[in-house]
């Protein structure tokens, strides 16, 4: 099994590109999510999603887009590129259960110049 | 709105030794669940740990054990037998047993450091 897929690993970005961060898992989970990590500041939640065709808000939303169209696919959008975003990116995914194992993406190193 | 924090930026252990990584969390929801994680410096995030909240008894994976004091929304990760691939940092989590959110919420982390 794959298990989360995260492409790309690293980008390079120019202030205001957009780009799309890549996330799918195989294992029919119906949670997935997108957090980001900064220095001595952990993970934050940016979006989350808890079935197909559902998503919302977690603690740090802006600027950037999520949809969710299948169960394996949660693609994370920027819609213009700011130095802000420079972090690492994961995706995560895990089953409809609070006491389930959330199971991470490789993550993506994005850096804004 | 839950928080998690971890009061220890760095701890360093003796190969062999004993460790105890601090996390208290703050909650008003009885259904919850504590997780460690573990990511070493290939940024992979590993599963170490959980404990449900309605469960009295601590979990034990291995060389792993917390302390949950779920009065005192404490909850110490234990590491025994220290080996150097223990080398990482290790995050404290928070999970609210609803089922309409997915909302891991995170400490800031603890970089541990294990000496030969």
């Known amino acids: 099994n794959a298990g989360v897929t995260q492409t790309p690993k690293f980008q390079v970005l120019k202030t205001g590109q957009s780009m799309t961060l890549q996330c799918a898992q195989d294992m029919n989970h119906e949670y997935m999510s997108w957090y980001r990590q900064d220095p001595g500041m952990g993970l934050r939640l940016i979006h989350y999603s808890v079935g197909a065709g559902i998503t919302d808000q977690g603690e740090v939303p802006n600027g950037y887009n999520v949809s969710r169209s299948t169960t394996e696919d949660f693609p994370l959008r920027l819609l213009s590129a700011a130095p802000s975003q420079t972090s690492v990116y994961f995706c995560?995914?895990?089953?409809?259960?609070?006491?389930?194992?959330?199971?991470f993406g490789q993550g993506t190193r994005l850096t804004v110049v | 709105a839950q928080t998690v924090t971890q009061s220890q930026p760095e701890m360093s252990v003796q190969e062999a030794e004993t460790v105890t990584l601090s996390c208290t969390y703050d909650t008003s929801e009885s259904d919850y669940y504590l997780f460690w994680y573990k990511q070493p410096p290939s940024r992979q995030m590993i599963l170490v740990i959980r404990q449900e909240a309605y469960k009295q008894q601590n979990a034990t994976e291995n060389r792993f054990s917390v302390n949950f004091q779920k009065a005192a929304k404490s909850f110490s990760l234990k590491i025994s037998d220290s080996q150097l691939g223990d080398a990482a940092m290790y995050f404290c989590a928070y999970r609210s047993g609803s089922y309409n959110t997915d909302k891991l919420i995170f400490g800031t982390g603890t970089r541990l450091q294990v000496f030969p």
């Open positions: 995560a995914s895990s089953y409809r259960q609070g006491r389930a194992e959330a199971f």
